[in-house]
């Protein structure tokens, strides 16, 4: 067998790699989405992926605020999926933060400890834990997701 030299290298890139594409940011979103809004802790992906397009940008959070504040759900015509969050959920699922049970993702006590440590620490994820909180375990449950996702697709 000939061996060849292959030349390589890496170069250094002026622009950091945005937080939606670190699978650890999105983890930390996933325990506190499990937390904050999920009952029993647990939560299908596709609510997942509603909360991870509501938490990208501020005028997504304000948006969703305004639906709730004024009950127009209509105004809801669709939500982004995030190819990253699959990703950040097989992460999770090997470290043991999640599991995947019957279609649902549900935090474990390791997932748990990690959540408990980010919402101790008042300077992370400061914007999503207030929005977060402000939606709570009520205004969204899987059967709001199942619906709204079958207006959406008729």
């Known amino acids: 067998m000939d061996n060849k030299i292959i030349k390589g290298g890496f170069r250094q890139r002026n622009v950091p790699l945005s937080p939606d594409y670190r699978?650890?940011?999105?983890?930390?979103?996933?325990?506190?989405?499990?937390?904050?809004?999920?009952?029993?802790?647990?939560?299908?992906?596709n609510k997942l992926h509603f909360f991870i397009w509501a938490m990208k940008s501020e005028k997504n959070m304000a948006f969703i605020r305004m639906v709730?504040?004024?009950?127009?759900?209509?105004?809801?015509?669709?939500?982004?999926?995030?190819?990253?969050?699959?990703?950040?959920?097989?992460?999770?699922?090997?470290?043991?933060?999640?599991?995947?049970?019957?279609?649902?993702?549900?935090?474990?006590?390791?997932g748990q400890l990690i959540n408990k440590l980010i919402r101790a620490d008042k300077s992370l994820l400061v914007r999503e834990k207030i929005f977060l909180s402000y939606i709570g375990k009520q205004k969204v449950t899987e059967d709001f997701i199942t619906t709204l996702t079958e207006r959406i697709s008729n």
Not at 23 to 45: A, E, M
């Open 23 to 45: 699978p650890l940011y999105k983890i930390g979103l996933i325990t506190l989405i499990l937390q904050y809004v999920c009952r029993g802790n647990k939560s299908s992906l």
């Open 68 to 110: 709730f504040m004024t009950e127009d759900l209509s105004k809801v015509v669709s939500w982004g999926v995030e190819p990253a969050l699959n990703k950040a959920l097989n992460y999770a699922i090997a470290e043991g933060i999640i599991l995947l049970d019957n279609n649902r993702y549900t935090l474990t006590s390791k």
